[in-house]
């Protein structure tokens, strides 16, 4: 065992700050990462401060962080996929049983033993939970390591561990491609990874925004189309015509008003997590044989595919870099929509 640096929070008001946490010893299949580059994710902020508390209860010192990108600096003596000086990536999971249905059907964020990032009980008892990516270095087994594409640079890669494969599967699963007409629903985190990777899969994108103002980037990312959700009469337009939509927002909204844009036997999956519950109407649904759905990010094996995939097309997620000391800034930036499209941190600022 050894100590790490680390930016930890204590509760759920404290704001994180400094400190060193316990990481294992490589053992047989381990990879040991320098951390280089780790992305904020909505997600961090809501375990920090105990939101989801109901559905996941935040365990202190929690240290957030699985969107890791880093550079092997050890390996196990069993690791074959992995060397010393590769640059790979570590994303939501770092541990699963590889036995259950789950597993064995490339579905590892499902196993009912997944061990994620951070906030998950530790199997190797370590520490009471696993420690994320706010941190110099981590400990990860093998097969939760991915190999990130060369030519990607490597803070824009950060955000595809988790916004990344969480829109990208989706889209693969309803077949996204030439010939379909896509709506995303939100331009932050996901929605701009949304808009990037169904344009790069051939898909005709239109992009639903409250803001006008959003139009401009919203082309640029890749959109073929925006619609200004507020006015009714661009929105008709638009009635059942979609193959699918893709709800990235976590506001509560009229989820059955996007319902009634997708056409016969299409699909809505929501990759947002509103709060509260959002109410469907069951007309909706049955006039046109829709599916409204959920995705919750990808297993090892597509996460895999869509680094792969983003490796071939250049793309990855537009990001600002920030010091591991404006994390706490960047939170409440954050809830105020107030980057384009994902803060990133610059872990060598934690030696600072």
Request: hydrophobic residues 40%; glycine residues 12%.
């Amino acid at each position: 065992m050894y100590k790490a640096r680390a930016y930890a929070c204590v509760s759920p008001t404290a704001v994180l700050a400094g400190t060193t946490i316990p990481r294992r010893d490589v053992t047989d299949r381990d990879v040991q990462i320098e951390i280089l580059f780790c992305g904020v994710c909505h997600s961090d902020l809501h375990t920090a401060r105990d939101e989801w508390h109901s559905v996941m209860q935040t365990v202190y010192p929690c240290v957030p962080g699985h969107e890791i990108i880093g550079r092997v600096t050890q390996v196990g003596a069993g690791v074959t996929r992995f060397k010393v000086g590769d640059v790979v990536g570590v994303g939501c999971l770092v541990g699963s049983d590889h036995t259950c249905s789950n597993c064995k059907n490339g579905l590892e964020q499902f196993c009912p033993s997944a061990t994620f990032t951070y906030n998950s009980p530790d199997k190797h008892g370590t520490a009471p939970v696993t420690y994320g990516g706010y941190s110099d270095s981590v400990v990860v087994e093998e097969d939760m390591v991915l190999r990130i594409p060369t030519n990607l640079e490597l803070s824009g890669a950060a955000p595809l561990l988790c916004a990344g494969i969480t829109t990208y599967s989706p889209l693969k699963r309803q077949g996204v491609g030439p010939g379909k007409k896509v709506g995303v629903v939100g331009l932050g985190g996901l929605g701009h990874m949304g808009v990037k990777l169904a344009h790069a899969m051939g898909a005709h994108v239109t992009v639903f925004t409250t803001s006008p103002g959003k139009r401009e980037d919203a082309l640029k990312l890749g959109a073929d189309e925006v619609v200004v959700s507020k006015n009714a009469g661009e929105m008709k337009k638009h009635a059942s015509t979609f193959d699918m939509i893709l709800d990235c927002v976590s506001a509560d909204h009229d989820i059955n008003a996007y319902l009634s844009l997708v056409r016969t036997g299409g699909n809505l999956t929501l990759v947002g997590a509103p709060e509260k519950p959002l109410p469907v109407s069951a007309f909706a649904l049955f006039f046109g044989n829709k599916t409204l759905g959920g995705s919750m990010i990808g297993g090892i094996a597509q996460t895999q595919e869509m680094l792969d995939f983003c490796g071939q097309h250049g793309i990855t997620s537009d990001v600002e870099v920030i010091p591991i000391q404006k994390v706490n800034e960047a939170y409440e930036r954050m809830l105020k929509s107030d980057v384009k499209y994902r803060f990133v941190i610059d872990m060598a600022t934690l030696k600072a």
